[in-house]
């Protein structure tokens, strides 16, 4: 088979490495005769991959010791969930930044459980480009409980290149579900940072959360325990049993990572791979970008093709030539090219000489 990349927004590519040593471990993990998934998750083998990959992510996002890391069940949007459940009460109030579809669909699952206030949102410029909003301190009521937002949008490839404060001091809560690993960040920024795994982690069921440990131990009574932040802590997070061979594959791209010169290297990458797909984008006048310079995602880039008849011809020669999954959203249209951790820059130089040749043949 020849050579395919896969810019899949999520579930999304794996590193090839990783993916490697996961078929050689397969029947046989650690000498036991048996593969990852068919051992107790309570047993010194398990137990010592858990440790381990804790370790390695603390290590990778340089995660200070009064944070928790949890590994939990129910994806990002578990956390959408979790996040009010574990540090509200009935009657609260919480700020969230309105950048995109992921942001609007925590706010209203948050909506279940207290009432919500959008303090920010994305705009289009006079260009008609977008924007993330540019306030590095947002203005939120005395009250508010914390600022909530999306560093990344998957859908409208908008990524903040900052982490916003809220006026009144309260935690900020990221979702960084495609985002997370990218590139360096500073965790005493953030209250809680939490992510679905299936784009820079691993698998998807499963969910990293990464809490400051003063929101932890104020869960609602009716909070399910597998939500329950001090309930997963306690249980260092094997309350229940948890997705283990997801955990597994997770703990090898964190070692993967560390071993590539961690999340500092990959910003370097990520920034090279999105930025010869931009560029190529801008000095096309066939290819546009609906994104200012200023919020382009490095993970998930849009882009429309000069006449949308001609995106079922695109998404079909692409597919010939081994690029996979670039249809675009529908809410934005258009193409979407995700460029996490795992994709090569040589995908993206094979996706933009398609581009070339694809502009070409029907310029
Ligand atoms: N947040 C963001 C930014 C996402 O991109 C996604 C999934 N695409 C989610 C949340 C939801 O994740 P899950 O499907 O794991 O619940």
Redesign the pocket.
């Known amino acids: 088979m020849s050579k395919v990349y896969n810019f899949c ?2 579930p999304a590519m794996l590193p090839a490495p990783v993916l490697a040593k996961a078929q050689q471990e397969l029947l046989d993990w650690q000498g036991l005769g048996t593969s990852v998934m068919e051992v107790s998750h309570r047993g010194k083998h398990f137990i010592e991959l858990a440790d381990k990959s804790e370790h390695d992510l603390r290590k990778l996002l340089n995660i200070p010791s009064n944070y928790k890391v949890l590994f939990m069940h ?5 956390q959408f969930a979790a996040v009010p459940l574990n540090i509200t009460k009935a009657g609260d109030k919480a700020s969230f930044v309105d950048t995109g579809v ?1 942001s609007k ?1 925590a706010i209203e699952e948050a909506q279940r459980f207290i009432d919500t206030d959008v303090v920010a949102s994305s705009y289009q410029d006079e260009q008609g480009l977008w924007h993330v909003p540019q306030q590095q301190v947002v203005e939120v009521a005395d009250d508010s409980k914390y600022l909530h937002f ?1 560093p ?3 859908i409208e490839g908008l990524e903040f290149n900052f982490c916003p404060q809220a006026s009144n001091g309260a935690p900020v809560i990221a ?1 960084m ?2 985002t997370i690993l990218s590139r360096p960040i500073n965790v005493a920024d953030y209250g809680i940072i939490y992510a ?1 795994a ?2 820079n982690i691993g698998p ?1 069921g499963l ?1 990293v959360s990464i809490v400051r440990d003063d929101l932890v131990g104020y869960a609602r009574q009716q909070t399910p325990a597998i939500l329950n932040y001090q309930l997963t802590d306690e249980f260092d997070s094997m309350y229940n049993t948890p997705p283990t061979y997801s955990w597994y594959l997770a703990g090898l791209v964190f070692e993967w990572l560390l071993e590539q010169g961690g999340v500092a290297a990959m910003a370097q990458r990520n920034q090279a791979k999105a930025g010869i797909l931009y560029d190529y984008i801008d000095q096309s006048e066939f290819y546009r970008s609906q994104v200012a310079a200023d919020s382009r995602s490095w993970m998930n880039v849009p882009f429309q093709l000069a006449n949308d008849d001609l995106n079922a011809a695109f998404l079909a020669q692409a597919e010939q030539a081994g690029l996979r999954a670039l249809k675009g959203h529908r809410i934005v249209g258009g193409m979407r090219a995700s460029i996490y951790n795992a994709m090569p820059e040589q995908g993206v130089v094979a996706l933009v000489d398609f581009m070339k040749e694809f502009e070409r043949t029907q310029a």
Not at 74 to 78: D, I, L, V
């Open positions: 927004a999520g129910g994806g990002g949007r578990g992921w669909k999306c990344n949008e998957t979702d579900s495609s679905g299936q784009k998807s969910a």
